[in-house]
Each structure stands twice: as structure tokens, then as C-alpha cells.
């Protein structure tokens, strides 16, 4: 009998123990929410909404696609520069405004994209390359890419996609907003996928999955490949929000994009976590730039604070991360 | 003729570095038989069975799966062609279910999507075939992090069952089962061989060789030795062949002395509850009972790694209050840890470095400076105290065989002169001989004046190698055991204390002045 509760007691610590690190994001959004509701007036207003999910959408979608690589034990440190490479493809392409380019050079974004990712995967999977290193590298490969491609900011983007992604349906939902619950669905299906269980499999204990007939070589250059297409999504989100190309577009969207997803409660050695964490770290660390913005802050501070702002939020969802962690780890060894 | 047999492996080598792992091994096995393959540590059982399951890919040498060449390159291909594997690491994701990890890498799906109903369906079965083996319940949706070692090895024998194997691989796969959990597996092991699937066994416990086994092929020395029908072979001969020239137990002299050295005073820990015992300088103190009844966590206690309730814990006459392992070492406490794997060692580093690494401190030159010819000589004088067989210094650890890196993480203890050993069933999994030598090992740590606690799931261990046994049951000590009375035969029903209360307090009521008399807890 005295099992029995014990047992009980377990997997009801468990459940809590899996939402902390949600419970910790949820929070944190909530807060951040409120304070920007407070702070920028026309916050719930049409305007606000596309303005804010405007920004969120690009990063946000970064972090996804970073999410779907540090789940499979990578990480990838070039993600920014695919995303200004891929942008600057479709840009070029595009130039001149004619609307029945749009299809061909966005898929040819995509397909930039996606062979940035193929190359990183390569490089980390088949020939083992430690991913710091090996993402570290070939961002510069990209970056370089990206300025032969267009070496200076110019290029306009077809008014179909600026002015498709300021609309706004049933007055509070803008464009973005929707294409962010899409992505979130595309990822609920590629986690209802294998693949989407071997991301975390492979993230989780390499070793095991391996031993357990998971591919994880191909699982691996899949994150990568997968990842690099995501963020050539984000690269033709960033195109449609500032209506013109930038050789430096996405390039610092890396380490934002690692932030957002820490911040979401994603464990940055792999095998926890989940895009949906990501988008609401994306959505969290954009307001909180916002914030700074709107408090009045003076310019040259503004860096400064950012930065000790998004050390609180990511010391916040670590800490209860981490405790939920080793509650579970100390608890394993008394069962 | 040969070539009629279901599985059969031929002129397998395989090296690892300067260590010959396989010599040419042949093997052979028919489908429907439960087939033990013996050997000391080290004798290549283990990576011929890895060859076979495709984790290891052999220099040389042919594997036939019913007529038909197999040339697995991964795990994959074996799978593919029926074969699975328990092995003694275990092959299971912390942070998944235990259903998500039964159907790894087998996921079902539905319109490309993963059905979790019918992987349900499809696990479920086993789970419920084991529940006994699991206390009872039914663990579908628990983590396997939260599981323990014995329930996690079960998850893993399921994990296997679920891709109905034709040849299935259970390597050393009884060592952290309880014995209930044993005989529920034995149950499907036999049901499993009526159904014509072949079954490899590898375990260092004659008695289940006896209990389950209908044939046994004997490795030495990364080859073949022999293969025979268990029940033509009388029990000597089998010891004979697994043990090889060595004596199997050499009866130890007590190096106990009248100084008491540790003297614990109503330590609570974790599970344990009240523990009240003294050990001598250079007594070795067994703490026996049934898996899990708290000698882990006494271990852990003391060394500083689980932090105390309550009570006292004095050396030498002095308080000791280790709040960290780092205080612990400094006041010469040792631990041995039962996962030598995640605890023990650091297996990509050089043997060198394992051996020098919790004594590195007081050779270094003004704390500082290490000489790489001061640390060699120190480690070559422990690598022969404890008669390590090795490539050489440089070479990884996890390049040794399980018994010899075992050997170092005892060995390792040596150059810092340990006042208390602790040990957690340090010979989990190593075979006789390998075992043997570490008694000496642990019985040389104690004549050397040090103070030896020492946990064990097999009793036997404990028999051999201990003065005193304190006896452990959900967290008590409720007896302890010397001198004549120290058997296997006590030592169990002592374990089962609640079951047979009766005589459990008949016992201790004989036993002279136990200072933790049993608490009895109504179940």
C-alpha cells in the first residue's frame, strides 16, 4: 500500500515535472504580455498586432528551425547566414517586381535553404565534425555566398508579398500571426512522424537509438536539412517585412534563435523540448526588445538592458528546468 | 552438415587496438534451444555476440543465419533479419516512455503518421506478461528515467520481445534482476524456445546456466573452447571449464583488527532509516538483503553524496561531516560505484589518467606540477598490484574488458591510502575469475588497515568475501551476520525478514547485542 501512493505520488511529479519547463515560458509570456500591453498603448490594436507579430514571425521561425536541429543533439551556427543567403536568392530573382516570379524564386529560396542544411548535415554526420565547429565554419561560406550573390542592400520585393504580410483578418489577426500557427502545425505533423520521435531519440542518447535500428546518421543531415529549409522561410518573411534585400538580413538572427528556444525550454544538449516551446521564446524575447523600446530607455543603454532583460529570462527557464531535472534524476535512483 | 545448423559464426576476429578481442572464434546454434555462452571476462563473448547483432563489425569471419551469409553494417540489417538484443549497457532513451521506448525504431504507423493506439496493442502484451516483474503494475506510460536498474532491465528484455525475434541475444541481462524478475523472464525464455526462437545467454550465475539452459559453449582467450549438452556435463566440470586453472573461491583470513575505525550512529538517509554500526580498521563489512533496501544510500551517505536526516558519523574518534565527495576524499573515504560506466570511470580517457586521476593531488609538484614519468610509475605499481591486463597506459579504458576496468576503479584508490572503502557491488557482472581477484584486491585494500563496506546482489559474494554482514530490509538493518552463522542459507531468509517474521526475530533474538535490534513495520 505504501508502494502504491509512492507510485502515485511519482507519476504525478512526473506530469509536473514535464510541464516545468512550459509552466516557466508560460510565465514569463504572461509577464511580458502584460508589461507590453501596459507600456505600448495600441498594443491590442490592429496596427500593434501586425507591427509585433510582423517582428516575431522571422525570429520565431528561426527558432523553430533551430529547435529542430538542437533536438537531435546539433546545433547549428550558420542558421542566420542561411537565412540572408537563402533571402538574397529569392531577391535577386524576384527584382523588378513582376508577380509571376514569385513562385519560381521562392522555391529556389527554399531549395537554398535546404542545401545549406544538407551541406551542415554532411559535414556533422557522415564526416563527424564537431557542429560548433563545422556550423561556425561554413557560416562564413554562406555569409560569403550571400554578399557575391548581392553586395549591397537593394533588390524590391513584389508588393503580392509586402502586402500580404501587413493584412489582417477579423480585425485582430494579422497574417503573420496565422502563418505562425501554420508552422506550429506543420510541426505537431513532423512530430507525429518517425522522424519526428527519432529527433528526440537521437537527441536523447545517440548511442541507444543506434543500438535500437534508428537511423541516426540520416536523422541527423535530416535536422540540418530540415532546419536549413525552415529558415529559408524566415528569410522570405524578413523580405516581406522590409519590402527590400540585405546581404546581413538574418545574420544575427543566430544567436536569437538559440535564445528563443532556451527561453522555450528546449535542453540545448538535446532530446527535450519542442518548437511550440520556441515560438513563445521568439514571441517573449521580441517583446522584450520591444519593451526596452517603449520604456523610454535612452539608445545608447538600450543594448545594455536587452541584454540583462533576456539574462533573467533565460536564468529563469534554466533554473526551473534544471531543478525539474534533477528532482527526476535524484527521485530515479531512490525508485 | 555443418552448414544445416540455424546460426552459425566462423573464424571470427576482431581486435581493438593491441587487444585481440576474438581469435577466430566459430559458433554454431539451432533454432528452439536456449544456448549459454561462458568464459571469463574478456574471453570475447561479448563482442561475438555484438558481431552477430551488428554493433561491432568484425576484421574477419563469416555469420550464416539459416543458410543465409549475413553481413550486417548496423544494427538495421539485424533487426531486419530477426535477430534482437538485451545488452548489458542498456539501449533505452531516459526522457522517453516506456512505451515510446519498447516501440523504438518499430514505431507503427498509420496514413504515414505514428499510431500510438496500435503501438499500445503492440507492447502492451509484454508489459502485462512482466507485470510481475515490475511489482505488479503495468508501467506503459512512466518515464524510464524514473524506473530502477532491475525494472529498466525488464523494459529492455520487452523492448526485444516486441520485434519477435527469431534469434534473441540476452547478454548478462540477469545481473540487476531480482529474483522474482528472473524467474518471470525464464518463464517467456522457455515459452519463447517452445516457439522455436534461438536463445543466446550470457551470464556468470551457474545457476541459471543449470535452471534454463540446454546448451553452453565455453570461450577462453578470444576463441572457442568447447561446446556442450548442459545435461550431460556434471556441475564440476562446467565450473571447471568456465573458471579455466583458477581455484573458484579461496577461503579469505580476516584482517580485522580491535580498533574501531567508523562508527555510524542513527544515520538516516534517503531510504535508509536509523543505521547504528561500527566497522574495525581493516574489517570488510558486508551489507546484505534484497536489492534496494537502502545500502546504496548508506554508501551514499557516507560519502558525502546523499545528504543525512539525521545521525553521526565518527572516524578515528573524529565527527565527520562530509557535505560533498571532495570532503569525503580529503578525510580518506573511498567509494567504489556499482555503474562504473557513468560513475566510476572516464571511459575515452587513457588508462594512465584513470588510474592517477583521485591521487593526482599529492603528487603533484607544489600542488601544481605533474610528472608524467611520476604518474606512470605510480600507475604501473597499481596496474600489478591488481594484475590489469592492458595495451598499455595510453590506450582508452573502455579498450579493457569489464572485469579489468572494474579492477581500476577499485585500483585507483590505492595511492590515496583510503581509511574507508565503500563499494557498491563492485563485481555486478564480472565473471568468477575477474571476481576472485578482486576480493583480493579488496581484501589487500583491507589489510592494509582500511576500514571495507561493501553491498552485493549476490549473496555468495558476501560469504566469500566478508567478516560481518549487516543485513538490510526497506531501510533498516535488521541483522547481522558472522562468523558460522555468515551462509548463503541465513543470509536469504535474513533478506526475507518480513515474510518470515517469525523466525527473523527468533534469530536476532540468538544474535548477540545487535545494536539496531529490527523494527518490524506492519505490512
Redesign the interface.
Known amino acids: 500500500m505504501n508502494?502504491l501512493t509512492a507510485?502515485a505520488g511519482?507519476?504525478v511529479s512526473?506530469l509536473t515535472r514535464?510541464r516545468m519547463p512550459m509552466v516557466a515560458t508560460t510565465v514569463l509570456l504572461i509577464v511580458t504580455v502584460t508589461a507590453a500591453a501596459t507600456l505600448q498603448g495600441n498594443f491590442f490594436t490592429p496596427y500593434g498586432m501586425t507591427a509585433n507579430f510582423a517582428t516575431i514571425l522571422p525570429i520565431a521561425t528561426v527558432a523553430v528551425a533551430q529547435t529542430i536541429i538542437v533536438l537531435s543533439g546539433g546545433i547549428d551556427l550558420s542558421i542566420g547566414t542561411i537565412v540572408t543567403l537563402s533571402s538574397v536568392v529569392t531577391v535577386r530573382l524576384m527584382d523588378g517586381g513582376d508577380p509571376s516570379q514569385v513562385p519560381l524564386a521562392l522555391a529556389a529560396g527554399l531549395a537554398t535553404g535546404a542545401a545549406c542544411g544538407l551541406f551542415n548535415g554532411l559535414l556533422v554526420a557522415v564526416l563527424r565534425l564537431q557542429p560548433i565547429v563545422a556550423t561556425f565554419a561554413t557560416s562564413f561560406v554562406f555569409g560569403g555566398v550571400a554578399l557575391l550573390v548581392l553586395s549591397s542592400p537593394g533588390g524590391t520585393v513584389p508588393a503580392v508579398l509586402t502586402g500580404g504580410y501587413r493584412q489582417v483578418f477579423a480585425y485582430l489577426v494579422p497574417v503573420p500571426a496565422l502563418l505562425l500557427l501554420v508552422l506550429w502545425l506543420a510541426w505537431r505533423?513532423l512530430r507525429?512522424?518517425?522522424i519526428?520521435?527519432y529527433l528526440?531519440?537521437v537527441g536523447?542518447?545517440a548511442?541507444?537509438?543506434?543500438?535500437?535500428?534508428?537511423?541516426v546518421t540520416w536523422v541527423r543531415v535530416f535536422a540540418y536539412t530540415a532546419g536549413g529549409t525552415v529558415a529559408a522561410l524566415a528569410g522570405v518573411a524578413l523580405l516581406a517585412n522590409s519590402g527590400s534585400g540585405d546581404p546581413f538580413i538574418g545574420n544575427e538572427l543566430t544567436l536569437g534563435s538559440i535564445a528563443a528556444l532556451v527561453i522555450g525550454g528546449t535542453r540545448l544538449r538535446g532530446?527535450?523540448g519542442g518548437a511550440g516551446g520556441s515560438i513563445l521564446g521568439a514571441i517573449i524575447l521580441t517583446l522584450i526588445q520591444n519593451l526596452v523600446f517603449f520604456a523610454g530607455v535612452p539608445t545608447n543603454a538600450r543594448e545594455l538592458v536587452n541584454g540583462a532583460i533576456i539574462i533573467i529570462a533565460i536564468a529563469l527557464a534554466g533554473l526551473l528546468t534544471a531543478r525539474s531535472e534533477r528532482a527526476?534524476?535524484s527521485?530515479?535512483?531512490?525508485? | 552438415m555443418a552448414s544445416t545448423a540455424f546460426l552459425e559464426m566462423t573464424g571470427v576476429r576482431k581486435r581493438y587496438g593491441g587487444v585481440t578481442a576474438l581469435d577466430g572464434a566459430d559458433f554454431a546454434a539451432e533454432a528452439g534451444t536456449v544456448h549459454a555462452v561462458l568464459g571469463p571476462n574478456g574471453s570475447g563473448k561479448s563482442t561475438l555476440l555484438k558481431v552477430l547483432t551488428g554493433v561491432v563489425a568484425p576484421d574477419e569471419g563469416e555469420v550464416r543465419l539459416n543458410g543465409r551469409a549475413l553481413r550486417p553494417r548496423g544494427p538495421r540489417d539485424t533487426a531486419e533479419a530477426g535477430i534482437s538484443a538485451v545488452y548489458q549497457e542498456l539501449s533505452l532513451i531516459d526522457d522517453f516512455s516506456v512505451l515510446d521506448n519498447l516501440v523504438l525504431g518499430v514505431e507503427p504507423r498509420k496514413r504515414g503518421v505514428r499510431d500510438r493506439a496500435a503501438a499500445r496493442r503492440l507492447a502492451l502484451p509484454w508489459l502485462e506478461r512482466f507485470a510481475e516483474a515490475f511489482g505488479g503494475r503495468v508501467p506503459v506510460d512512466e518515464r524510464v528515467a524514473d524506473l530502477d536498474p532491475g525494472e529498466r532491465q525488464v523494459v529492455e528484455v520487452c523492448k526485444a520481445l516486441v520485434r519477435q525475434p527469431r534469434v534473441l541475444v540476452l547478454d548478462e541481462a540477469t545481473a540487476s534482476l531480482r529474483r522474482r524478475q528472473v524467474e518471470v523472464l525464464f518463464d517467456v525464455v522457455r515459452e519463447l524456445r517452445e516457439s522455436g526462437v534461438l536463445v543466446l545467454f550470457i551470464t556468470h550465475r551457474l545457476a541459471e546456466i543449470l535452471a534454463v539452459c540446454d546448451r553452453a559453449t565455453i570461450m577462453r582467450n578470444g576463441s572457442d573452447i568447447r561446446t556442450v549438452t548442459i545435461a550431460e556435463v556434471p556441475e564440476r566440470d562446467l565450473v571447471e571449464l568456465m573458471v579455466g586453472e583458477l581455484a573458484a573461491a579461496e577461503s579469505t583470513e580476516s584482517s580485522a583488527t580491535d580498533e574501531v575505525r567508523l562508527d555510524v550512529d542513527g544515520l538516516s538517509a534517503g531510504r535508509l532509516h536509523d543505521a547504528t554500526f561500527q566497522v574495525r580498521a581493516g574489517e570488510v563489512l558486508g551489507l546484505g538483503g534484497l536489492q534496494g533496501q537502502g545500502q546504496s544510500h548508506l554508501l551514499s551517505a557516507l560519502f558525502g553524496a546523499l545528504k543525512p536526516r539525521a545521525g553521526t558519523i565518527t572516524l578515528d574518534g573524529e565527527t565527520v561531516q562530509s557535505r560533498s565527495p571532495k570532503q569525503a576524499v580529503r578525510a580518506k573515504i573511498a567509494y567504489v560505484p556499482g555503474d562504473r560506466g557513468s560513475q566510476g570511470l572516464a571511459l575515452g580517457r587513457p588508462i594512465l589518467e584513470n588510474f592517477a586521476l583521485p591521487s593526482a593531488g599529492r603528487r603533484a609538484w607544489l600542488g601544481i606540477g605533474l610528472s608524467r614519468k611520476r604518474e606512470l610509475a605510480a600507475a604501473r605499481a597499481v596496474a600489478e598490484r591488481i594484475s590489469t591486463r592492458y595495451g598499455s597506459l595510453d590506450d582508452p579504458v573502455s579498450t579493457l574488458s569489464g572485469g579489468n576496468q572494474q579492477k581500476i576503479v577499485v585500483g585507483k584508490w590505492f595511492p590515496t591510502e583510503p581509511r574507508v572503502v565503500l563499494m557498491d557491488d563492485p563485481a555486478k557482472g564480472i565473471d568468477v575469475r575477474a571476481k576472485a581477484e578482486l576480493f583480493h584486491v579488496v581484501r589487500e585494500l583491507a589489510a592494509s588497515g582500511a576500514a571495507v563496506l561493501i553491498s552485493a546482489s549476490d549473496d555468495r559474494e558476501l560469504v566469500e568475501l566478508c567478516d560481518r554482514v549487516l543485513v538490510l530490509f526497506e531501510g533498516r538493518i535488521v541483522d547481522e551476520v558472522e562468523g558460522d552463522r555468515l551462509t548463503e542459507e541465513t543470509l536469504v531468509s535474513s533478506a526475507m525478514h518480513i515474510t518470515e517474521a517469525d523466525r527473523a526475530v527468533a534469530t536476532t533474538a540468538t544474535a548477540d547485542t545487535d545494536p539496531a535490534a529490527p523494527e518490524r513495520e506492519d505490512s
Not at chain 1, 548511442?207 to 537511423?215: D, E, H, I, L, Q
Not at chain 1, 527521485?331 to 525508485?335: Q, S
Open positions: 508502494t507510485r511519482t507519476s512526473n514535464a505533423l507525429a512522424q518517425r519526428g520521435q528526440y531519440a536523447g542518447n548511442g541507444a537509438s543506434y543500438a535500437s535500428a534508428v537511423p532530446g527535450a527526476g534524476r527521485e530515479g535512483r531512490t525508485a
